[in-house]
């Protein structure tokens, strides 16, 4: 693999299944929609981030760590797939939840992925700010330090776009992965679509697949913040996780594909569009998809489709990076 020379702890149950979405392919009648089952990676209620946090834990267990810190949102499968990453490896964690999406019941405080993180014993800790990645990682690094204090050793997961994109090679050896199933499978891809969020997934895939001679393209549904915003992020990033695994050929700037159509009004809100696509994936497929992330994935997809934006595309690979437990979160998607 492209990735070996990292210490890599393994979580992820993998290859993840592709399944080949007939109804709603139907539905929408244009090119024929599959999906890379990654909300299928097992680790308590799997997700992309088992994934990405292989390369972290491996660090972590590399350097002795005893204690996992991480933050991120109230209703993060970050900090739930982190917290059963630290349970799995014996360790300690202490998660730090981020006041990122306004005007939200009680449920999405209480039910959903804050549920899991107490009920796997996390300690949890509060952070005002939603929107101040760095303050948010250096309270995690400034918290490593009071615990070296008491004779621990904290690793800290960080979030902030200026740390080394560790997650990132978790999303080359799902590249790596896809490609060897659709050449089993003999199905011909001709585009992936992912959401964009910390960009760590859209990287590792835009990263792999060049390096491994893929041209396909990848497009990121953004999440978080805009399309610019974003660009930048994931272009660097890419090109870093590119030099990092050895590859000596160029990420270029229209390697990046991005939409933030369904963003609006923000980050974990909800939008017209994307609760059509969640209904519509759970009505005609049984699938589910979250309100945070795969929902406004699936939702920008959808709209990529219907503005005719991929029309010249014949077989499109949606990669279901999983997010399922904030559904509880957001009761109002079902009247
Ligand atoms: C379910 C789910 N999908 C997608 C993403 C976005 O992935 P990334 O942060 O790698 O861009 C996240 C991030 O938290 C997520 O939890």
């Known amino acids: 693999m492209l990735t070996d020379k990292f210490p890599r702890a393994i979580l992820a149950h993998t290859p993840t299944?592709?399944?080949?979405?007939?109804?709603?392919?139907?539905?929408?009648?244009g090119p024929e929609i599959w999906v890379k089952r990654d909300d299928n990676t097992g680790l308590a209620f799997g997700g992309n981030k088992a994934r990405q946090l292989e390369y972290y834990m491996g660090e972590a267990v590399e350097q002795g760590a005893d204690t996992i810190l991480i933050t991120s949102a109230v209703q993060s499968n970050y900090l739930r797939s982190a917290v059963a990453a630290a349970r799995k490896y014996a360790m300690d964690v202490e998660v730090q939840l981020e006041e990122r999406v306004p005007d939200r019941p009680e449920e999405y405080y209480r039910s959903g992925n804050p549920y899991l993180m107490r009920l796997m014993g996390a300690k949890l800790h509060s952070y005002p700010v939603g929107e101040d990645e760095e303050g948010a990682d250096n309270a995690m690094f400034e918290r490593a330090e009071e615990l070296k204090k008491e004779g621990k050793n904290a690793y800290v997961v960080p979030l902030a776009g200026t740390h080394t994109p560790l997650g990132a090679f978790g999303y080359v050896d799902c590249a790596e992965e896809l490609l060897g199933q659709i050449k089993e499978q003999t199905i011909d891809i001709d585009l992936v679509v992912t959401a964009s969020g910390s960009g760590t997934t859209h990287?590792?895939?835009v990263a792999g697949l060049r390096a491994l001679g893929s041209q396909v393209p990848v497009y990121g549904i953004c999440v978080r913040r805009d399309k610019n915003a974003q660009f930048d992020r994931v272009f660097d990033k890419s090109k870093l996780v590119a030099e990092m695994i050895g590859w000596d050929g160029e990420i270029v700037a229209d390697d990046i594909k991005l939409t933030d159509a369904t963003l609006a009004p923000g980050y974990g809100q909800l939008n017209p569009a994307v609760k059509e696509a969640i209904n519509l994936a759970a009505k005609s497929e049984g699938l589910l998809v979250d309100p945070v992330y795969t929902g406004k994935a699936l939702a920008g997809l959808i709209q990529l489709i219907r503005t005719g934006e991929v029309a010249d595309k014949k077989r499109i690979l949606f990669i279901h990076t999983?997010?399922?437990p904030a559904l509880f979160g957001y009761p109002e998607l079902v009247e």
Do not use: A, V, Y
């Open 17 to 29: 299944p592709i399944e080949h979405l007939k109804n709603l392919s139907r539905e929408l009648g």
């Open 322 to 324: 999983g997010g399922t």
């Open 203 to 205: 990287t590792g895939l």
